[in-house]
């Protein structure tokens, strides 16, 4: 089991920019990649990008490309989600979450099986 805790969360003006942390525990050897998502009430949760743990392949949601970049520690227990301009539907719970699965390409909402228990964002216009 992989224990994930995120930091970072809190309200910014539309156009401004934000960092988020996770920081994984526990049996982080076993991950393979290591994402972030978001949801908002009433709404399936969102893929926003990924990262897998050894090397850099990387994965974005459309909604966000070119706005967000997400990165890693060197040894790849601290994954980071970078937001640049930001708006206001960007407003959400941010979850990160990682995953054992190993799959070409972009992996699957259902192969994440450990999840933090999210951080809000909120960007006002």
């Known amino acids: 089991q992989v224990h994930l805790v995120e930091s970072g969360g809190g309200l910014v003006q539309a156009g401004g920019s934000l960092r988020l942390s996770c920081a994984a525990s526990?049996?982080?050897?076993?991950?393979?990649?290591m994402a972030w998502f978001r949801q908002v009430p009433g709404k399936e949760r969102e893929f926003v990008a990924s990262?897998?743990?050894?090397?850099?392949?990387?994965v974005y949601g459309e909604s966000v490309k070119g706005r967000f970049t997400i990165s890693k520690d060197y040894a790849g227990n601290t994954v980071y989600l970078h937001m640049d301009s930001l708006k206001p539907e960007d407003t959400a719970v941010y979850y990160c979450?990682?995953?054992?699965?190993?799959?070409?390409?972009?992996?699957?909402?259902?192969?994440?099986?450990?999840w933090g228990q999210g951080t809000q964002i909120t960007v006002s216009s």
């Open positions: 990262i897998r743990r050894n090397g850099n392949y990387t």
């Open positions: 979450a990682a995953t054992t699965v190993a799959r070409p390409g972009a992996p699957r909402k259902t192969d994440f099986r450990s």
């Open positions: 526990g049996r982080t050897f076993t991950t393979y990649a």
